[in-house]
């Protein structure tokens, strides 16, 4: 994202990037009304897989990988970022913002409301793609998920803080949520957004208060306090299992930033060069 984008990310344009301080009832009436037809176009499909599109070749490959693994791609975008990609036979494009109308609206949002539109919904960063093997490792962990739980990347919040607790926390990487947990979730005002103690369903008492302002702030942090406080059922994943498959900041040095996320990927990481490591080279956009 520009330096524009994340100067928005923090004022007016919060609210779609999961910040419970910016979120309000009026807002959730909006997805309530929203959500129908995110639900309509999803009409039969068992096994939607969220993609966040940033780059159209590397939206591809993912949906590619979805595709193979018996899923359905679901293409979302940030209408700040960019549109919807090209599509690969049997994906659906929801536009997410269509009725909603924000500046910037982030995947965390329809995750935060899976509840509203979906009974089982797989997701991840649009910066990962998986080889074969583990993809095949991972589509059986969420097949396996019952209703009521959910499975995610646990994340200690790098090296530098293992020994901190409070950073602790599930990480939206990669993971799967089902319809009874992400409701429960929201009922008990820790979900996938920022900030759990400002949740518009948060306990207002002075002691459950003083311990969610005591947690990490960032996204995910509600889903370590529903297992914690509320004994949530989260099967996690390794953060460590996905280092070498994880196309972030943090995985080049001297990673170069540019306007958009979409040129990030294009300057500091060679698609078909990591495609062919994978073994997944025949999936790439022709």
């Not at 910016?22 to 939607?48: C, N, T």
């Not at 989260?234 to 070498?244: G, M, N, T, Y």
Request: contains cysteine; aromatic residues 12%; negative net charge.
């Amino acid at each position: 994202m520009s330096e524009k984008g994340w100067v928005l990310s923090k004022e007016q344009g919060a609210a779609g990037t999961g910040n419970n301080r910016y979120f309000d009832r009026e807002l959730y009436e909006q997805i309530l009304q929203a959500s129908e037809s995110w639900k309509s176009q999803l009409e039969g499909v068992e096994r939607p897989w969220l993609c966040w599109n940033i780059h159209d070749n590397w939206c591809w490959l993912q949906q590619q990988l979805i595709l193979e693994s018996g899923w359905t791609p679901v293409i979302g975008w940030d209408p700040a970022c960019n549109k919807c990609p090209p599509l690969v036979p049997g994906a659906i494009a929801i536009d997410f913002n269509a009725q909603l109308k924000l500046p910037l609206l982030w995947p965390h949002l329809p995750l935060e409301f899976a509840f509203l539109w979906a009974e089982r919904l797989a997701f991840w960063h649009s910066d990962i793609v998986l080889s074969r093997r583990k993809m095949e490792k991972t589509v059986k962990i969420f097949n396996g998920i019952r209703d009521n739980e959910m499975s995610a990347v646990f994340s200690y919040g790098g090296l530098r803080n293992l020994l901190q607790v409070k950073d602790r926390r599930y990480w939206e990487l990669l993971g799967c949520t089902t319809q009874g947990a992400s409701r429960d979730q929201f009922e008990k005002g820790c979900g996938w957004f920022r900030h759990i103690a400002d949740h518009i369903n948060a306990p207002q008492d002075d002691a459950e208060q003083q311990r969610r302002k005591s947690i990490s702030p960032e996204h995910g942090a509600g889903i370590l306090y529903w297992k914690k406080h509320y004994n949530g059922k989260v099967h996690a994943i390794r953060e460590s299992w996905l280092k070498e498959e994880h196309f972030s900041v943090n995985s080049v040095p001297n990673y170069i930033k540019a306007e958009s996320k979409s040129e990030e990927m294009e300057i500091n990481f060679d698609l078909e060069f990591i495609a062919q490591q994978l073994g997944i080279s025949d999936l790439l956009m022709a």
